[in-house]
């Protein structure tokens, strides 16, 4: 449910960023969205659409790009995509990892018309 | 027409974390602990907060915020142990955000405060998303949720310091093996602390959770 909140969030960052150019429409948003980053890409969409009836963004679609989880080995230093639980270095089998990529959702860019 | 791409690359949370920032640095200028505690409705997390603050406010000041959708009930359950409590309805909301703490931060004596105790609202997703400002971060897991529920909720386990498993003297009752469901956790976070709670001949055991609260309180304090 809290991705009504990250789409409010986008508008926000959104809304900012045009107020310094001078746009005519939004074409598109682009997000990428990290597999561990517990959002939902279905209710994101339902949200964006929802929340997009009006403002600047009205009309604009919603581009999503899943991004996977990579770690980074916490005793070889071995950077690896991970597919389940639990994490084992494909290098060196330690259990220990620090996520690197794969935990956030980032507004990417916008697709403008001036 | 002309068409172009305007570069952006914000954290969808930076809202968010902007404010838990500012959160953080208002704790740390007061010497105030905080301390996040999350888990499902019905996870156990008021029971454990019952059950530890008689022992935690022998030693610090120590002030409550409850999250709820609805209700003053788990406030007025923390008053009964004598702990000052401010209950938070989000009406339909399904966390708390830094937003909402910075404004109940405001009505706490700060000068007199050394701990907060947030409990965030029940639900094992939204709220592991949202920094508050917190400096410590404990999961609340029931045994009756089944054991496989650290599988099923990887970034609940991740992004936590310490799960505890409550109401373990249960567990018999409903086929769950309590060894199984620790290994799941640490095959998730093999990092993080896991702490049982339960009754053991009608008395809740938290000694061991009291310990580490306090621990953790400590090391801030040395740093």
Do not use: W
């Given at each position: 449910?809290?991705?009504?909140?990250?789409?409010?969030?986008?508008?926000?960052?959104?809304?900012?960023?045009?107020?310094?150019?001078?746009?005519?429409?939004?074409?598109?948003v682009?997000?990428?969205?990290?597999?561990?980053?517990?959002?939902?890409?279905?209710?994101?969409?339902?949200?964006?659409?929802?929340?997009?009836?009006?403002?600047?963004?009205?009309?604009?679609?919603?581009?999503?790009?899943?991004?996977?989880?990579?770690?980074?080995?916490?005793?070889?230093?071995?950077?690896?995509?991970?597919?389940?639980?639990?994490?084992?270095?494909?290098?060196?089998?330690?259990?220990?990892?620090?996520?690197?990529?794969?935990?956030?959702?980032?507004?990417e860019?916008?697709?403008?018309?001036f | 027409?002309?068409?172009?791409?305007?570069?952006?690359?914000?954290?969808?949370?930076?809202?968010?974390?902007?404010?838990a920032?500012?959160?953080?640095?208002?704790?740390?200028?007061?010497d105030?602990?905080?301390?996040?505690?999350?888990?499902?409705p019905?996870?156990g997390?008021?029971?454990?907060l019952?059950?530890?603050?008689?022992?935690?406010?022998e030693?610090?000041?120590?002030?409550?915020?409850?999250?709820?959708?609805?209700?003053?009930?788990?406030?007025?359950?923390?008053?009964?142990?004598?702990?000052?409590?401010?209950?938070?309805?989000?009406?339909?909301?399904?966390?708390?955000?830094?937003?909402?703490?910075?404004?109940?931060?405001?009505?706490?004596?700060?000068?007199?405060?050394?701990?907060?105790?947030?409990?965030?609202?029940?639900?094992?997703?939204?709220?592991i998303?949202?920094?508050?400002?917190?400096?410590?971060?404990?999961?609340?897991?029931?045994?009756?949720?089944?054991?496989?529920?650290?599988?099923?909720?990887?970034?609940?386990?991740?992004?936590?310091d310490?799960?505890?498993?409550?109401?373990?003297?249960?567990?018999?009752?409903?086929?769950?093996?309590?060894?199984i469901?620790?290994?799941?956790?640490?095959?998730?976070?093999?990092?993080?602390c896991?702490m049982?709670?339960?009754?053991?001949?009608?008395v809740?055991?938290?000694?061991k959770?009291?310990?580490?609260?306090?621990?953790?309180?400590?090391?801030?304090?040395?740093?």
């Amino acid at each position: 449910m809290h991705e009504t909140a990250l789409i409010q969030n986008l508008i926000v960052v959104a809304q900012k960023t045009l107020e310094e150019h001078n746009v005519k429409r939004v074409n598109s948003v682009t997000l990428s969205v990290g597999k561990l980053s517990n959002a939902m890409p279905d209710a994101l969409s339902f949200a964006f659409e929802a929340m997009t009836q009006r403002g600047s963004l009205k009309g604009a679609k919603l581009i999503m790009k899943e991004i996977p989880v990579t770690v980074c080995c916490l005793d070889c230093g071995a950077e690896y995509n991970p597919l389940n639980f639990p994490i084992i270095c494909p290098k060196c089998n330690s259990i220990y990892y620090k996520i690197t990529q794969g935990e956030d959702i980032f507004i990417e860019s916008l697709d403008c018309e001036f | 027409m002309k068409m172009c791409k305007i570069e952006i690359g914000k954290d969808l949370k930076e809202l968010n974390n902007e404010i838990a920032a500012k959160n953080r640095n208002s704790f740390k200028l007061h010497d105030i602990f905080v301390l996040n505690i999350m888990g499902s409705p019905g996870a156990g997390k008021t029971t454990l907060l019952e059950n530890i603050l008689p022992l935690l406010s022998e030693k610090y000041h120590i002030v409550v915020i409850e999250g709820d959708l609805a209700t003053e009930n788990d406030a007025q359950r923390i008053r009964k142990t004598g702990v000052t409590a401010l209950q938070i309805n989000t009406n339909g909301g399904c966390h708390l955000d830094a937003h909402m703490i910075h404004h109940e931060f405001e009505k706490i004596n700060a000068a007199e405060t050394e701990l907060i105790i947030i409990e965030n609202v029940g639900n094992l997703v939204c709220p592991i998303s949202f920094d508050l400002g917190e400096d410590l971060r404990i999961v609340v897991l029931s045994t009756p949720e089944g054991e496989d529920k650290p599988l099923k909720y990887p970034p609940a386990m991740l992004k936590t310091d310490a799960v505890i498993l409550t109401k373990t003297d249960l567990a018999g009752y409903v086929d769950v093996n309590t060894e199984i469901m620790k290994k799941h956790i640490t095959d998730i976070n093999p990092r993080v602390c896991v702490m049982e709670s339960g009754k053991i001949n009608g008395v809740y055991s938290a000694d061991k959770i009291v310990s580490y609260i306090k621990d953790k309180i400590e090391a801030k304090k040395v740093f």
